[in-house]
Structure formats: C-alpha cells, structure tokens
C-alpha cells in the first residue's frame, strides 16, 4: 500500500457525515487525494475511469486519487471557494471546541493568510488559544505584529 494510503482509507468512512459537502483531503506531501461521493458527483466523476483514480472490483471510482490526476483539478473547480467570513466562523467554532476540551495551543504549518486570520480573532479578543505558525519566508511579507 502506498504511503499514507492506510491514514486516507480510514478517512473514507467519514464521506457518510459529509453526504453533502465537497470533500477532497490531500496527503501532506500531496501525493494522494481523497473525495467523497459528493465530491466525485459534483464534478461529473462518479462513474469516470479517469488515469490515477483508483477503481474498486466493479470498476467504479473509490476516491482515492493519485497525484496528477485530471480528476483533482475537475474536483477542485466543482469547490465553490469558501467565504471569508464563513472562514472566520469555522474558525471561531474550532476554537470553541478547543476550549471545551482543554486545549489551550496549537500548529497551525498553513498560511500566511491563516495566520492573518488568527491575527483578526485576537484584535477582536476571540482568540482563546496560542497559535504556533511555521511560515515560508518567502509568504512572510505581510505579516506585522
């Protein structure tokens, strides 16, 4: 099995929750992609036998998608891009469910434009936990204390 194929496969079981959200998760190094049926639905790819989307014995599409697939980039227009206000409040939510479970600090390796989103929360004192960022430096420009 490749790398991180066993960690993806686990997550498969979870596209019962998400039955209506896009979902297309990615390993860290992106080599592997998984979506869900909404997902697969979404971009026209629930019966596609496209090259590097694994097939299960009926030939139909799994989710699992290998890295340079046509389908990841069909999956990927199908995600109508998420607000930023939606993006804050996902974020608040997180946050809350942090709190309620005693954790008080994190690592967040994203973005840039994460950490400027985290910065908003503590101006508007909504940040309830210490946020460790590790940053490219080359995505450092805009961020000011």
Sequence with gaps: ?????SNLVGLGRCSLLFRFFLLLLSSYD????LANSAALRAAD?????LDGMKLDSQGRPTGLI?????????????IKPKSEERILDELRAGLRVMAERGIT???DISSEKQ?????????NGELSARIWGRLHIQGCQGIKE
């Design 105 to 107: 600090e994190v690592h």
């Design 66 to 78: 290998y890295a340079g697939s046509p389908a990841i980039q069909k999956i990927r227009a199908a």
């Design 45 to 49: 790819l629930e019966n596609a036998k």
């Design 30 to 33: 992106r080599e592997l992609y």
């Design 1 to 5: 099995m490749p790398h991180g194929v």
């Design 115 to 123: 950490m400027q989103r985290y910065a908003i929360l503590h101006k």
